[in-house]
């Protein structure tokens, strides 16, 4: 089983619709991300959170809002999806005191189609 | 120039032979560096860090070259297997919330 899971791993919506995507770890770690990966682009960072009480907007946050229900949960809202919200969005992890190992260790990632 | 830029290939090259390729970055401030590998339709893995000057894990060797301001990926020996896109990753500051990604150098083994 994979230590960083994401669920669902593929959907397709519609534009205005709300959609959730879910992340779990059982890898321990306090730092949880998420990115979104487009063709011709970078892996881009929307939002992270160092503990449960901790949310901070990454590059590209307009659109987006997280939930940290948990140290091993981080979700990832779409409000009103929108279709140049189509990407593969990787979730990750990172261990608290590493602070520049470099080291990130994703998901398997979910690919979103917005129509 | 670009926070990180690479060439995004495609480089297809036969099993066997040498490949390498190159990253360039803007912030000379940037202490460390990393390889990451994605296979299709799959999540990006590290491959290699790079601290000082360069770093040597088997057929994988990854260059530093701060006065021009790049990082080189060597592969040795390549592998059917070593078939993947390979991301350079530069932070811009302390945390992992600071990396930045390339575009990826897509590399395809041929048999």
């Known amino acids: 089983d994979a230590d960083v899971t994401q669920t669902p791993r593929n959907r397709i919506t519609k534009t205005g ?18 990115y979104r990966q487009d063709p011709g682009l970078g892996l881009r960072l929307i939002y992270y959170s160092f503990d449960v009480k901790d949310i901070n907007k990454g590059e590209i946050s307009d659109g987006y809002s997280v939930s940290r229900q948990a140290q091993a949960k981080f979700s990832l809202s779409l409000e009103s ?19 520049n190992t470099g080291e990130l260790f994703f998901g398997e990632g979910s690919r979103l189609t917005v129509l | 120039r670009k926070e990180v830029e690479q060439d995004p290939g495609p480089f297809n090259v036969p099993e066997g032979a040498t490949v390498a390729f190159n990253c360039t970055y803007s912030n000379s401030a940037s202490q460390s560096f990393f390889w990451y590998r994605q296979d299709c339709r799959k999540e990006p893995k590290l ?4 601290y000082s000057s360069g ?20 592969i040795r020996d390549s592998k059917l297997s070593d078939s993947a896109t390979y991301l350079c990753v530069v932070p811009q500051d302390f945390g992992n919330e600071k990396l930045t990604f390339g575009t990826g150098t897509r590399l395809t083994i041929i048999p």
Request: hydrophobic share 35%; net charge positive; aromatic share 10%.
């Open chain 2, 47 to 50: 491959l290699m860090s790079v």
């Open chain 1, 17 to 34: 619709k709300r959609i959730m995507l879910e992340c779990s770890q059982t890898k321990g770690h306090d730092r949880m991300y998420w």
């Open chain 2, 55 to 74: 770093n040597e894990d088997g057929r994988f060797t990854a260059q530093l070259n701060r006065a021009s301001q790049y990082i080189s990926l060597l």
């Open chain 1, 81 to 99: 999806a929108i279709p140049n919200q189509t990407a593969l969005y990787f979730c990750a992890t990172s261990p608290l005191g590493e602070t």
